[in-house]
């Protein structure tokens, strides 16, 4: 199965003092570089989702597409402008900010998909969903646009309008813990420098 993978990047970063976090610097290197490290050898190719600072996300490498909605409507509106622009039937999001994400993710993924035949595929670290991470059928595109032009921005609300399977991994907070403030980034500075 081949599979697109969206970076989303394109939020306020509003609990870090309104920075694009995707070039928030993690023990060195900014994050967007750390997850598309992760990412990239899971996925067939990686599209980057950002509102700001395009000519350098563009450096990176790798296709950077704008929200199609303007206005920092949420992660659905990136993922919206994903589906319509993946070059695939399958297309998995992951924020830009939570760089320690499992890289057997996607063979989990695509392997539930396989045996569930879900339209939605999301996961959970045993006490709450993380519906950011997510396998999409890209043909949902238009369901999705109509669901925004509705004014809805809920996001697992619009994953249960479909087929949708949950992948647990419990204890694994962890993998999906997102850093929105400076004491999460200091926290996962020690954790790369503790693990070489």
Request: charged share 25%; proline share 4%.
């Amino acid at each position: 199965m081949r599979v697109s993978g969206l970076i989303l990047a394109g939020g306020q970063g509003r609990r870090m003092q309104n920075r694009d976090k995707g070039w928030i610097e993690l023990a060195g290197k900014p994050m967007i570089e750390r997850v598309i490290e992760r990412l990239s050898p899971q996925v067939d190719e990686v599209i980057i989702n950002a509102n700001r600072n395009i000519s350098s996300y563009t450096t990176l490498q790798h296709r950077v597409i704008e929200d199609e909605i303007q206005g920092f409507q949420g992660p659905l509106a990136g993922i919206l402008s994903g589906l319509k622009q993946c070059k695939n039937k399958f297309m998995v999001c992951v924020p830009c900010d939570t760089p320690f994400f499992p890289c057997d993710l996607v063979s989990q993924m695509t392997a539930k998909q396989h045996t569930t035949s879900a339209d939605v595929i999301s996961v959970s670290d045993g006490n709450r969903i993380h519906p950011v991470f997510a396998l999409i059928k890209s043909d949902l595109a238009g369901s999705l646009e109509d669901y925004l032009a509705k004014g809805e921005r809920k996001i697992d609300r619009w994953y249960q309008q479909h087929n949708f399977y949950l992948i647990e991994y419990p204890g694994g907070e962890h993998f999906f813990e997102n850093i929105n403030t400076v004491e999460q980034l200091e926290m996962a500075a020690s954790r790369i420098e503790s693990n070489g």
